[in-house]
């Protein structure tokens, strides 16, 4: 059979990884695909640069959007990022001229996935995606068709390394969130502007990915309630050690009876749960089935060679032939997301108050909840000193997001209080 030609649009960790993995198992994919894949043409900003592989037999362009038109490829791999802008052109002028896309951009798909899959199955090409959800985790696949036969209830996971190093850094050390981030940067695990990471926006693209696909919805990255890791105290993690819980930034989507709830936030999980050992950069997924029961998928979630392997699997089923639907089902199918907002979310509450020890306080705080029906699990209250504020911490049974915070905001308002409420939602895994 003749040859898989591919172009790649972007040179980067992702782009030079995935031209070192083609180069070293062009033997074995040849094998696995019936036939060889060949880089027919490449795009980066800088052509002199090194990429520590032999770019001599390919064509080179300066401009990625004209390569995407005019190489002589049936795949165009986008590896440049961003949701807009170059790489969305790249995309769309790919899927024009009749040519697969794969790519590993969580952004782009996270805003455009849906039109795109759409623009793509019109025209009766492929759009891929392997790569833009915890990287070398097949995740993607794993929902698509090893778990095809399955109405997935939920489905979460840690889909942010550089905010699951932070945290486990923070727990490991006791030290604080800016200290270990800076850590963190310093050693490469995040960037010089960490907000994509931290604040949950990276988190919260995949996620909105992984909910198509699980659910068979358009790609609804606006309806997912994002909150991020900075207002993590050393003190919250104590508290959580404490009463038998870690502290992880996770990603879910669930079915309720109001819809599909979407929700990237730092969680207290039980140190049972397989979820909470997962450190450092790891990333996790655990996709819950009706008929397959809980699974869980757990490996590196980016760098070079993780995600290459992953652009490579997208490859492969090209190269044999296989045309999986993007989203599981065929992209005029996808129905609209109905969004359960958050204020509807129900569960239980970790509630972390600093107050000044005055006669009645506790049963004001005690009012507070018990006027919007949330009941208290459990009170810890460590220390007393007459005129200086202790922590007092609170865990709840479960109660309604909305009310949860008009109860906080009444807690809030008590002279005794003197510090904004941390409150950390507990996640029943
Ligand atoms: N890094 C990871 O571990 C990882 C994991 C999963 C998914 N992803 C996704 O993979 C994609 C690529 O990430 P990356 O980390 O490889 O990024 P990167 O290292 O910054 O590489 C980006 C590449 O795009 C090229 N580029 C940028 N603007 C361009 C333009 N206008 N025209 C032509 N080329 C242009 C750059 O060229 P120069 O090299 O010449 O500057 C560079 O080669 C992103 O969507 C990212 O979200 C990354």
Not at 69 to 84: F, H, K, P, Q, T
Not at 208 to 217: C, E, K, P
Request: glycine share 10%; proline share 4%; aromatic share 4%.
């Amino acid at each position: 059979m003749a040859e898989l030609r591919i172009a790649i649009a972007g040179l980067g960790t992702v782009g030079a990884g995935t031209l070192a993995l083609l180069r070293d198992q062009a033997a074995l994919l040849a094998d696995r695909c019936g036939r060889p894949i060949r880089v027919v043409a490449v795009s980066a900003r800088d052509r002199t640069k090194d990429r520590g592989v032999d770019l001599s037999a390919m064509r080179w362009f300066d401009d990625p959007v004209a390569m995407a038109r005019e190489a002589d490829a049936e795949v165009v791999v986008e590896l440049v990022g961003g949701s807009d802008g170059i790489a969305k052109q790249i995309c769309e002028c790919a899927i024009e001229a009749r040519r697969h896309v794969v790519t590993a951009n969580k952004a782009l798909i996270a805003h455009h996935g849906t039109a795109l899959a759409r623009k793509a199955e019109a025209i009766g090409v492929t759009l891929s995606f392997e790569a833009a959800v915890a990287g070398g985790i097949p995740i993607v696949k794993a929902l698509r068709e090893g778990l095809a036969a399955n109405r997935i209830q939920r489905i979460y996971g840690i889909l942010n390394g550089t905010s699951n190093y932070i945290l486990s850094g923070m727990r490991g050390t006791g030290r604080p969130f800016a200290k270990v981030l800076q850590q963190a940067q310093k050693l490469g695990y995040a960037e010089a502007d960490p907000s994509f990471d931290v604040d949950g926006i990276d988190a919260a693209h995949k996620l909105a990915i992984l909910t198509s696909v699980a659910f068979g919805t358009e790609v609804d990255f606006a309806s997912v309630y994002t909150e991020g890791i900075r207002h993590v105290s050393p003190l919250d993690m104590e508290y959580a050690e404490e009463l038998g819980y870690r502290i992880k930034l996770l990603a879910i989507a669930r079915r309720t009876e109001n819809g599909i709830e979407q929700r990237v936030h730092p969680c207290m999980v039980r140190d049972t749960a397989a979820i909470s050992v997962v450190d450092g950069v790891t990333n996790a997924v655990v996709a819950d089935g009706d008929f397959s029961g809980s699974t869980v998928y757990e490996g590196p979630g980016a760098g070079g060679g993780p995600t290459a392997s992953a652009v490579v699997a997208d490859l492969v089923d090209l190269a044999r032939g296989r045309r999986i639907p993007t989203f599981g089902v065929p992209a005029a199918a996808l129905k609209p997301l109905v969004a359960s907002p958050m204020a509807r979310h129900r569960g239980p509450y970790y509630i972390r108050l600093m107050v000044v020890d005055r006669p009645g306080v506790i049963a004001d705080i005690a009012a507070a909840l018990r006027d919007e029906n949330i009941s208290m699990e459990s009170m810890l209250q460590r220390g007393r000193s007459p005129n200086e504020a202790v922590p007092v911490v609170l865990t709840t049974h479960a109660g309604e997001e909305a009310a949860m915070n008009r109860a906080v905001q009444r807690i809030a308002r008590l002279d005794a209080v003197i510090e904004r409420p941390r409150l950390i939602r507990i996640e029943d895994l």
